[in-house]
């Protein structure tokens, strides 16, 4: 981890953040290395010291911390102090830090909080030619349009994306076998066809499942989120109407909460209080295989291994394209994660954020091969490297990133998800009427939606 | 002052001729009823990686996996979260110790006009949930430059209401003549504070020495809130942070679980003689 | 330094001191006293000035503004208070933490005073038991969250349990009707020895020879539990019932972690909801104003338990 070495010792006289930072970075100035080739303009210039925040992943904060250590070898007079806290608690530091004046630098931003940045006018505007492209419009064309659409406003780009990615259908093709079905050919393209196969993979020990066919997840408000979502916009509904009223509970959200609901009640293929996922691995009754289909982002092969040696080892997994209302034009929700710059920050530190960003996406095949299968936002420059082309199925990662579509970008985003989460329980493990469930939903949205507009 | 140390250490037993075994076995149940999720966080501890989520528990591990301790710990800073608590643990318990004693003393026994509204307002700094006081609390630590510090997080957490609580309830019983007999006798305050108080609330100032001591060990929230550097992380922290790296084996977890028990566990072994003595008297141990 | 007859009781000190006081000290003999008592406590309430009443005093200004961290806050009056009335979800949750606070104290008092009477009968390994029991409210508050989640899975150990009961499953943690109490036995598990503990500190210093006396009168068990051990215990039970009733409205990782304020609402308790609302939808105004209702309930049922022991006390006690 890049910091202070341990004998570094805070100032207590100095209030202010940058008297800690700049105590920390001196410290930390014995740990720089001159590596080859230092690029001109970082001789002979003042020292600058950053803060930068992520969230803990295995295979992404490492990589991060890679290549920003590469950074500060290649330019001695820069001191990254890189923090790094769990994916939930990211936003809450963020939140009491930029209330207290003691906010990182740079950091990593949710891709679902940008319009909470952005509103309160917290991230600073990227100059897109210091990241190397040559236009505006350069840039946003090497982005899928999804992900674009969150990180700029007004002309500006105000988030340098990293990963971007779509969830997936990951099939367990050891129980297709058993059941006598291909993986390759009969995997379910449509909610019905989902259902039925479902139904065909379950087995049942009396009133208990021993495999249920599949499984959403119903462990947190985000996933609920993530999974609902593209059903809602395959329904031909919205979240929310032109006036900023919610819509989830119109004749279009039934049909998407019906369709989700059908898995349980309909085909009996699942059930929804019977999980053992947890926060961090929220496909594990995929992985334990109580479950033989799962939506789930980009599993990284490690973990698989970690979790089912057996099933990595006879590779009896798939990932496929979501369902759709028409049959193979299945999508999912996309979502990702921006490199940010505190807009209070002065001039000069801006800059050699950019610098460091540039640096860090500079090189997306080595950030494919640390991190793979996340995918990159990026459309450019990695596709077609051989390493990844090599990947097993990268074409359905690539193929789900492009197809997907974004969360809700809305100041409420929160308790939209709260709400819905409750809704989803209330009808999955309560047996409440859907519709019923749904307006509860909208009316707690609608109200959140007004007190924010009050202010 | 030897009358007084009589009348509290029992000098005879009230004899429980009633099948003292039958108690024990009974007793014995109800404790290992407690202990249930205990066992099985121990047992799963030394599991392999997968083990842990089996709906039917193996209570004795067909393989045993001592190693997950040394990986677990491998895994973070843990030799520096687990200093860094005890660290704040132990000031936060002498802390407690000293300021707590002191203001219960002084409310139960001084009678300065409206020690019952003190005592309300003392009270009153528990009802606040913390969540609520953490932005300016965190205004005031940084305001003295103690962000990312020991001092920092041991801060507000030095006198806790509940220990005054404590032990003005522990001292209200103490009979007051014995203190006014020593002040007519001519004792100085702090002399009767520590030769005729202190003596007689031991218990609980053992258990108000665990109980800050285990309080703040398990702090999470304002550590959390306190802290943004790596090298300054109590324990909790870095538990949380282990649990959310999905690559980590869960049992693991557990093992870090089972380590955090320790400290606090054997403080209490040490501390509960100072509470028990009575139980020792017994001869029927 | 008093230079009086030694043979003087506390009564005639009292009756003397107005008069003969100033001939001895600056302060009259009682002030002095009470002069120490109060720098006694002065420590203590300098400390919570500092760290604790200013940030409570911020908090209940708080509770009348729209504050979203990131900016200033905004004064709104009463439209914080106004929105938690209008707000199901508030109401609900307020619902909830009575139920919670109420089921917990009582529980936990009544096990915990049961526990450490069970210890006290002092038979062979009751030191042991009540270090072995003791042990669980020692374990991570993560681990413990991570433990019962496992042990109330619908086919985990406690279902198990009651299979020969005929219970194939029960769906302890995602029904509603069973979801609370499930928060409340996790609850009470964790702190009834928690508190045992206190109790046995109590019930030690009770000497042994009431208890003779006592069955030499020809006293039941019954009677001497609650003509002697109950009024005697009477400082401990007030610490109790109020330590534990202010820990349980404050409690908020149990049933974060556990249940997630699932199913639906059922489980949801004012501390999550002050938590989600200040830090998830960002409207600390709003926490604060929660926060603030939350308070005014302990501080009033905190100062009925004073007006209720208080008077106990100083009975038996005195």
Sequence with gaps: MITASKTAKLSTATISRRGLMRGIGAAGLAAGASAVGRRAYAQGKAPVSLAFWTFDNPQQRPWLNKRIKLFMEKNPNVIVDFQWFPFGDLGKKLSVGFATGTAPEGFVSQDWLMPIWLDKGLISPLDVTRLGYSSFKAFTDDYAPAFVAGATKDGKAYGYPLWFYGYCNYLNTKHFNQVGLDASNDWPQNWEQLGEVAKRLTIKDGAKFTRQGFKFAMHAAPWTMIQFNP????????????????????????????IRASMAKQYGAEDPADSIATNPLPQLDWFKERVSMFF????????????????????????????????GRGYSSTYGFNLVINAQIPQDKQEVLHDLYRFIMSDPVDCWNDTAPFTLARKSGWVDNPAVKAFPDIDQFIEAR??????????????????????????MLNNADIKTALDEAAAEVDRATAAYKRG | MTELRAAIIPPTRLIRRSRPLLGSIALAGLAFAFVVPILWMTTT????????????????????????????????????YFLNSGVVSFAVMTGNLVFCTLAGYGL???????ARLILLLILSTLMLPLEVTLVPTFLVIHKFGWLNSYQGIIGPLLVDAFGVF???????????????????????????LWQIVLPQCKPALAVLAVFSFRDSWDQFLWPLTVVSVDRMRTYPLGLVQFGDDYGNPPTEQMAIAVLATIPVFLLFAVLQRAFTRGFGLSGLK | MSGKASALLPSDARACSASTARRFWRFDFRDRIRAWGFGFVLPTVVFFAVFKYGPMLWALELS???????????????????????????????????????GSTVLITLVALALALAINTRVPGARHCMMAMFLTNLMPIIAVCLVWRFLLHPHGLISQLLHPLGFDRVDWLTSSWTAMPCIIFVTVW????????????????????????????????LQRFWYITLPLLTPMVFFVVVVAALLSARIFLMPFIITGGGPGNATRVLSMLIYETGFSYLKMGRAAAISAVLFAIMMIFTFLQMRFYMGREEAYIR
């Design chain 1, 231 to 258: 059903i809602l916009i395959q329904c031909g509904g919205a979240w929310f109407d032109a006036n900023g009223k919610c819509t989830v509970n119109n004749a279009a959200g039934v049909k998407a909460m019906t």
């Design chain 1, 296 to 327: 789930c982002h980009p599993i990284p092969p490690t973990l698989i291994k970690a979790q089912n040696a057996d099933m990595m080892a006879g590779h009896y997994y798939r990932e496929v394209q979501y369902p759709g209302v028409e049959t």
């Design chain 1, 402 to 427: 492009d197809r997907g579509v974004f969360l809700p970008r809305t100041l409420v985003y929160n308790e939209l998800a709260d709400a819905m989460h409750r809704a989803v329980q209330r009808i």
């Design chain 2, 45 to 80: 501890s030394f599991q392999a990686g997968e083990k842990m989520f089996q709906l039917t528990t193996e209570w004795i591990p067909s393989v045993w996996h001592p190693e997950n301790y040394p990986n677990a710990l491998s895994r973070g800073a843990f030799g520096r």
């Design chain 2, 108 to 114: 139960a026994k001084f009678h300065f006009p409206c």
């Design chain 2, 166 to 192: 404590l032990m003005r309830q522990a001292i209200v019983s103490i009979p007051s003549d014995y203190l006014e007999a020593a002040r007519i006798d001519g004792a100085g305050e702090l002399r009767i």
């Design chain 3, 64 to 102: 009348f503004t729209s504050y979203d961290m990131v900016s200033q806050p905004r004064f709104v009056g009463l439209d914080n208070y106004r929105d938690l009335l209008a707000d199901p979800i508030f109401r609900e949750t307020l619902v909830n933490t009575l139920v919670y606070i109420g």
């Design chain 3, 190 to 221: 964790r702190f009834a020895p928690y508190f045992m503990v206190v109790f046995i500190a109590g019930l030690l210093a009770i000497p042994d020879d009431y208890y003779e006396a006592a069955h030499l009168d020809g006293a039941s068990p």
